[in-house]
């Protein structure tokens, strides 16, 4: 058997837990029989029987936890399986099966909802998520019950069986950002989860700055429209997104508007958009109303591809510019657009004095 | 029991061929599945603290580790142990079962841990002799058939081994009891009342030997009367004469008897038999006197329906509008079913027969009254399966396979099924709801989901639901042996919660069978609170509880037919009795005396017996443990025994030596014998008519014999085949050349008493001077010729039998064999087909059979693989093959080995017709150490016609009988003394008359 094989037993095992566990979270059954009052029956002689009067000690069971997990529907649907039955027998199965974090994650009532989901258990037999799924980080993760209600979705499912998703959950910052309500909304979108798969989106998660974007409502707002997904994939995007201010910029409603538009969404990809959008003073621009308007503009995106536009655009003075309104007007104009793209024109507007 | 868990291990799923183990000095703890790890260290505690109490009691020092396995094989939870030819404890990890209270509740690993390791002492345990013995054959001997003189041998290394079986259990259950701190059999209220109930119907109580002839077989409650009686007879002996005296009698040290029978005089300083007297006179005078204190009240009128005793009975199920009450019924005599009894006349009438019924609560019955349909359990003693009845069509479906739940009730509101399922040593409510939405034309055929399990230590049984479906009432019981009947809300358990209420702690008094009326205010059962099992109303609203009978015997699994009356089964002597009862409240009910409290009241030094829980403080697994791994069969090889065998080669004399081998868990077995034949050791029993038996060539006088198991193979090689029971004759398996064989077996289907098995072996064979399968056929001139032969067989079985048959009784058994071998780049192949059925006859255990075969060789050419012989009954006058010989196909009882004519064939067809009469048992008949407990006559008649160019056509008819006479030898070897008359007509030459007789002694089983 090959250890990724040995790895997926250990997942279904935590499958398995999971679903005891949320099972009988509720359903404890601490009654005693002892604690009953017995009180006698009217009329009737009860017989006297030799009982030792000796308090029997409790019994100490070591493991009988897994129980819960073991009995559950689905885990016994899945034992009908040969190839589960295979995993379970395997020792990486009862090695994980020794592991402390792993009983205490199998403890956890939310990540025992998560394992009667379907497609998470579709998920588990993926090896990768096998691997990730022996971490610590994982295993605290789970406690959070935002990310065990993410974890349903059957895009996310998808997304997880990615081995750089894998890699992803292993970093602290993801794993503090898969906690929050709102990483659990944007992770339900399809599209999130297709771009999730890419390598680059992978290490643009474990940047600190974008899970502090992440976390924004604006954010997640943008995050569920497709084209963001295909920008999202954009090597250049994934630059991008790692600076504190594009970060900054991204959490603004209007950027999140910005980013619904195609056109908007096709520049965003380019090398010279990513170097603009690291400039303050972009970004500033970038949250004004008019000029989110004017990004929408095909012309725009057109001007924008422009390395002379781009250098002009990283300027305080064009910022300033570009907020006023007449200013966005003619912007759209088709003629106004091939000028700018000059370098000349690009030159006057750096003559700051010129107002 | 522990013979059929191996080969379940060793044929089964082949999850259990890796198994885990723990090894300490004294134990090797094994078990297959990672569910049952959280009861590990608590065995190996249970296990150490019970073997340090009885190394102290009994002086005990073990011979050897002893090999401990946790299993899930059924259920419910039994024990098995043995120590020959290893010490070896399995354990059932499953709850027992509570029906009638004929088990106490309690820890359970516990309380088999005491229990068990009682039963390894008594064998193990050793005198100075019995350690020579030991020396000298390097081991404990197991008695195999193949070679009688071993259970001599085992006699003298385990001479305890060869004691009834009411002596093992009863010193068990009575150690068990007493360790519980008096839980167990010896304060049961169950066993209290089968012996009141004994006097009170004036029946008879079983003499010792009675008890094991005939007490076990015809009795409803089988082989548990071995438990019954004998811790009884302990009780009695305990009481009379104190318990030190017990042990004395089952401790095998220096200067101690090795026969249990003599070892009791030399104790008790009298006859065994003698005490066994006193103690039935005792017993009638004690169950007088509670029967006599149980008139201190009016007694309730049992009034009967039938005058029939059921045996043992499920709970019933109620039709109003049919009028009849739906139970499983198991008595002796015939295959467990499902009736109906007509409540009107008293008629029972058969539905359907139940597979597998357990024997006391037969089989767990639920009833949907809307859609007439019943609902039941089959396999009880294994894996439970779910049925449906429709009452209606007369239809039954299997719903669910291995679902392991029992304990079923019907939930009207919705049609979902609830139950108790138990898996892994752990009771848990389940609902089975009516759709299953991937398959709706299947209703409850989705897999139970469980709403509620018990922590380990709590059992959970007897449930029903409310006519609302608001209610679940169940009976818990915890380890401490506490008993409640509680109401759980269904709405929580719907959602995974519990809300429990409590209607009243019975401390360890069972709550039995409590089940709703119809209008749901109240619910009808039984306990045993005063002793007797009586009837007790519990009103829900109030949870008041009002006894309802004053039983004589005790009164069970009551229903509300009215305000008038109750149906209830009343228990006799002969099984329960379905009787009406008034429905009224009695005033006053009194209570009846325990031999236990007398006991125990007598003789203090009782309590000293009682062992903790142990916990880990007390025993430190940790420390205790030596080795961690797996379970390596291979590792664990070890020489079994080794001793000096008698042979028979053709008609001479021979001696030698045999060797074998095995892990503790038999996964691997294997045996070695060499023989040596001198050539003047003629044996003077032989039969001479066959020449090519008269010679010994120098060649032929050593024997050599390999065989082996490897999981599902098996190998074989012999070097001039000898065989013990060559010596008597007339059948010679005996056989001149060297012949290896290799065999696979596959278990394509095993749903007991179901099974198909696909077997493929590969053969060579080299040096034959006669056919290895046909003693008849000669062929000469194929001594230099290598043969390989290629076989391959399906075989399947499905026969049943009820309590105290001696033989199947019904069913279906058929086989087809292709084999082809091949000799010098020739193929020659041939077919064989068979096919058997039987019914039973409207008197007990009366059968009727027809067995029919065809075969086919594909050769013309004579060789030893071409040919089919037919002759004779087939028994030798020592034997060790099955004694009624005379169906095999290839037996023909009238026309002996040694006639004038002999039947060989190409191609045949035969069939046969066979009444299987009833037994007669011996209720006494010899003594402790040698008696016989049945005798059974069969009558036969078959026709056989063969086809064969090269030979002759035949057309053959013969009729016969044969009376079977079971003998028993010291308590376990048992042997068949039959005696057989045939006659054969050759109906190619005018009816021309060959007859037969035939004696056999068959030795071992």
Redesign the interface.
Known sequence: MQKSTKVFLGLVVILVVAI?GY??A?????????????SG????????????D?V?????????E???L????QF??MMKDEKF?EL??SPA??EL?KNAQFMELAKNPAFTDLAKNAQFLDLAKSPSFTELAKSPAFTELAKNPQFMELAKSPAFTELAKSSSFSELMKSPQFMDLAKSPAFAELAKNPAMMDLAKSNKFTELAKNPAYTELAKSAGFQELAKSPAFTALAKNAQFLELAKNPAFTELAKSPAFTELAKNAQFMDLAKSPAFAELAKSPQFTELMKSSQFMELAKSPQFSELMKSSQFMELAKSSQFSELAKNPSFNELMKNQTFTELMKSSKFSDLEKMASFE | MIKRLLLLLAFGNSAFAQLKMIETKDMRLAYYDFGHQYVFEHTGRCFHSALKFHKKLFDYSPSEKMTLLIQDFGDYGNGGATAVPKNAISMGLSPFSYTFETSPAGERIFSMMNHELVHVVALDNSSRADRFYHKLFFGKVVPTKENPLTAFYSFLTSPRRYSPRWYHEGIASYLETWMGGGVGLAMGSYDEMVFRARVFNNAHIYSAQGLESEGTTTDFQGKSNSYLYGTRFMGYLSYQHGPQKLIDWVKRKDGSKRSYSSQFKQVFGSSLNQNWSEWIAFERGWQKKNLDSLKKFPLTEAKPITDKKLGSVSYPHYDQKRNKMYVAINYPGKIPYLAAIHLADGKIERLTDIKGAALFYVSSVTYDKESDVLFYTTDNDAWRDLNSYDLKTGKTKRLQKDFRTGDLAFNKKDKSIWGIKHLSGLSSIVRIPFENPDDLTAPYSSTASNKSLLPYGKDIFDIDISPDGKILSAAVSDYKGNQSLLFFDIDSLMQNKIKIDTVFNFEISSPQSFRFTDDGKSLYGSSYWSGVSNIYKVDVLSKDITPMSNATTGLFRPIRIDDEKLFAFNFTSDGFQPVYVNNNKVENVTSIQFLGNITIARHPELKDWELPIPTPQEIDMKSLITNEGKYSPWKQIRINSAYPVVTGYKNFVGVGYTINLGDPLNFREFEISAAYTPTNWLNGLANKSDSTNLTLNSDEQFHLSVSGKIGRYSFSATHNQANFYDLFGPTKTSRKGTNARIEYTKSLLWDAPKKLDLIVGVGGFYGLQKSPFFQQIDTKGFSDSLFVNFDGTLAFSNLRNSLGAVDSEKGLKGSFRSMTATSNGKFYSNILASFDFGFQLPVKHFSVWFRTAAGNSFSEALNPFTRFGFAAFGNNSIDYQAARRYRNIFSFPGLSFIADRSIIARTFEKAMVEFVLPPIRFREMGGLNLYSNWMQATVFSSGLLTHDASTMNNRFVNVGSQLDIKIIIFSLLESTFSVGYANAFDLNENNKQYSEWMFSLKLLR
């Open positions: 005891t099972y009988f509720g359903g404890t059954f601490s009654f005693s029989a002892e604690d009953a009052e017995s029956i009217g009329g009737v002689n009860k017989a006297e029987k030799y009982r030792s000796k029997a000690a409790e019994l100490d069971l070591k493991g009988s897994v129980q819960q073991l009995q559950n529907d016994q649907k039955r379970m027998k199965f009862t099966a």
